[in-house]
């Protein structure tokens, strides 16, 4: 069941991502990890594996800033979805170079830029 949530509620949670974004684009580890539920689950392709709770989330965001230093998550292209008061999702693009690994799973640094 998806509950509609106020206008008011709907904007908090956009300046929440909002702060989780720029958090990303500081490459602030402690800061994203901070800003997630304990159980909070992350879905990511460049994952080899659904990251659960803090711990997880926060290494593969360290892993992700090690193979691209220099990615930035523009703003003005965040989408969110809102399902109800409890589930939310947002994607994104995200542009940097390639110069490290991502471990795991190994994938070797291209050098290209996205």
Not at 84 to 95: E, I, K, L, Q
Request: net charge negative; aromatic share 8%; charged share 25%.
């Amino acid at each position: 069941m998806t509950t509609e949530l106020p206008s008011s509620e709907k904007d908090s949670l956009r300046l929440r991502v909002e702060e989780l974004f720029r958090a990303m684009n500081a490459h602030d580890v402690d800061a994203v990890e901070a800003m997630h539920a304990p159980d909070a689950i992350l879905r990511h392709p460049a994952m080899p594996q659904v990251a659960t709770g803090r711990s997880a989330i926060a290494e593969g965001f360290r892993a992700i800033f090690r193979a691209f230093p220099d990615i930035q998550f523009p703003m003005d292209e965040i989408r969110l979805y809102v399902a109800d008061d409890r589930h939310a999702a947002a994607s994104w693009h995200f542009t940097g170079t390639m110069t490290g690994r991502i471990e795991p799973p190994g994938y070797a640094p291209t050098g290209k830029s996205c």
